[in-house]
T-cell receptor, first 111, second 114 residues
C-alpha cells in the first residue's frame, strides 16, 4: 500500500481557497487517490477521488500531476463549516482492504 | 436510506467486562470494516470482512473478535475490556467500483473502559 504524507495542520480565513497537498511517492499503477473529511464526533465522509489530471465535484477539486507522486485537494472559498480533518489515501480497487488512515490534516477556518 | 448504523453510540465498561458493538449496512456492500480512533490520531483498522463468511485481522486486532453474521451485519466483540481499549469505534462498508473503492462510515461508538 502506498504511504501518504500530509501536513499535520493548516489555518485559513473564511472565503479563501485552501489547497492541501498529499505526497505518495510509491503510488502503484492501479492506485486511486481518495480524500475523506471528518468532523468532530463523526465518521469520515468521502469527498473526492481521482486517478490523474483534475477531478471536480460540488465540494472540491483534486489535482494529480502526470507523475502521480502527489495530489492536491482544493477547497474553494472555505467557510467555518469546512473546519475538519482531511485524510488522503492511495488505494486500488477490490482487494485493497487494508485501508489505513494516517493522522490527516486538521484544517481550521478562522472567521 | 440509513447507510451504516452503529449501536450503541456511547458505552462505559468496567475493566474485564465484555460487550458487543453492532454494525449494519443497507447498501448491499460486500466489504465491511472496524476501525478505532484514539484522540488526535488517525483511524486504525481492527478487523475487516471482504465478504460474507470471511474475516481477517487488521493492524490492531488483539483483544477483539468479530462476526460477519450475514451480508448486512458485522459485529465487534470485546471479551475482557481493558482501559487501553477506550476509544471511538467506527464501522464502515465499502463500495468497490471497477478500479477504486469508496468507504461509508457509521457515526461511531464512544467507549470508555474504567
Amino acid at each position: 500500500l502506498a504511504k501518504t504524507t500530509q501536513p499535520i495542520s493548516m489555518d485559513s480565513y473564511e472565503g479563501q481557497e485552501v489547497n492541501i497537498t498529499c505526497s505518495h511517492n510509491n503510488i502503484a499503477t492501479n492506485d486511486y487517490i481518495t480524500w475523506y473529511q471528518q468532523f468532530p464526533s463523526q465518521g469520515p465522509r468521502f469527498i473526492i477521488q481521482g486517478y490523474k489530471t483534475k477531478v471536480t465535484n460540488e465540494v472540491a477539486s483534486l489535482f494529480i500531476p502526470a507523475d502521480r507522486k502527489s495530489s492536491t485537494l482544493s477547497l474553494p472559498r472555505v467557510s467555518l463549516s469546512d473546519t475538519a480533518v482531511y485524510y488522503c489515501l492511495a488505494n486500488s480497487g477490490a482487494g485493497s482492504y487494508q485501508l489505513t488512515f494516517g493522522k490527516g490534516t486538521k484544517l481550521s477556518v478562522i472567521p | 436510506n440509513a447507510g451504516v448504523t452503529q449501536t450503541p453510540k456511547f458505552q462505559v465498561l468496567k475493566t474485564g467486562q465484555s460487550m458487543t458493538l453492532q454494525c449494519a449496512q443497507d447498501m448491499n456492500h460486500n466489504s465491511m470494516y472496524w476501525y478505532r480512533q484514539d484522540p488526535g490520531m488517525g483511524l486504525r483498522l481492527i478487523y475487516y470482512s471482504a465478504s460474507e463468511g470471511t474475516t481477517d485481522k487488521g493492524e490492531v486486532p488483539n483483544g477483539y473478535n468479530v462476526s460477519r453474521l450475514n451480508k448486512r451485519e458485522f459485529s465487534l466483540r470485546l471479551e475482557s475490556a481493558a482501559p487501553s481499549q477506550t476509544s471511538v469505534y467506527f464501522c464502515a462498508s465499502s463500495e468497490v467500483l471497477a478500479r477504486s473503492e469508496k468507504l461509508f462510515f457509521g457515526s461511531g461508538t464512544q467507549l470508555s473502559v474504567l
